[in-house]
């Protein structure tokens, strides 16, 4: 670590007098705030999945459309997790990993699973060996022929955050593919991230989302690469929006993960919140 200098050892700052002095103290009071900002809030364990079977684990370890990888950023360490009883030709869209272990997730098909039919709309729980519908998308007016590619929740108070791959009106509101809008009650409510609102390009379309420190920030992944307010990024990077501010950075580049992400898309992720901090550029 470099030694610290004190402003008033530095005979530049004393010339220029004591509220110059104040006021570049405040400003790097400020730059301090907002680096510590910027790495907040921390993240010690990444689980995210690919559109294609492909060795994203490491080692030539292989990871299969219907898996995810729990990566370990504490530890460097990497596991490809399966959700029993998916057939081989699903893929894993986007799923949310609950503190009890339960595991919500969307699918690119529809699925028999424990008897019960999933429509691609629907989000599914898996719960011990038993699947359920966390969200039924024909009761809430999803119209057929649109699928679900973002499942996350609130961290406040566990409400369905969700995206759709298709713009659709339910309930009076129009929700289009880079929105991310809660759900509870058996009804569409605010949206969280608003994609007009932000000036969203209208190609975009979210396919993977979580929530981060009780929805202080979301975890976003796009379909595709773009750009948003000069950000540019790729259909494998993984962005932060700060919610106060609609503020966008890249958190993560899962191409520094693995070559394999030039051909795999991410279309999945979540997020296990601890008090070390750890990013994908260290």
């Not at 950075?249 to 898309?265: E, I, M, P």
Request: glycine content about 10%.
């Amino acid at each position: 670590m470099k030694p610290t200098v004190p402003l008033t050892a530095l005979p530049e700052l004393q010339s220029c007098g004591r509220g110059a002095l104040v006021a570049l103290t405040a400003s790097a009071a400020m730059l301090s705030a907002m680096t510590v900002q910027a790495q907040l809030p921390p993240i010690s364990q990444l689980q995210y999945s690919a559109d294609i079977g492909a060795n994203i684990v490491g080692a030539g370890q292989y990871a299969a459309r219907q898996d995810y990888v729990n990566d370990n950023l504490v530890s460097n360490s990497r596991a490809r997790v399966q959700i029993p009883g998916l057939p081989q030709r699903a893929n894993l869209r986007d799923f949310q990993i609950d503190k009890n272990g339960d595991v919500l997730f969307a699918l690119d098909i529809g699925v028999t699973l424990g008897g019960t039919y999933f429509d691609p709309a629907d989000v599914i729980k898996h719960s011990g060996a038993v699947f359920s519908k966390a969200f039924d998308a024909a009761a809430a007016g999803v119209p057929k022929g649109v699928h679900c590619d973002g499942v996350a929740r609130s961290g406040a108070s566990g409400v369905l955050l969700l995206s759709f791959d298709t713009t659709f009106t339910a309930g009076g509101i129009t929700i289009r593919p880079a929105d991310v809008i809660a759900f509870s009650g058996g009804s569409f409510g605010a949206k969280v991230l608003d994609a007009k609102a932000l000036g969203l390009a209208d190609g975009l379309n979210v396919d993977a989302v979580d929530a981060i420190s009780t929805t202080t920030d979301l975890l976003v992944s796009f379909d595709t690469g773009g750009n948003v307010n000069g950000l540019t990024f790729t259909h494998e990077d993984i962005l932060q929006l700060h919610l106060a501010n609609g503020s966008w950075s890249k958190r993560y580049s899962l191409s520094t993960f693995s070559n394999r992400w030039g051909t795999a898309h991410l279309d999945g992720l979540a997020a296990t919140n601890d008090t070390i901090f750890r990013d994908g550029f260290e």
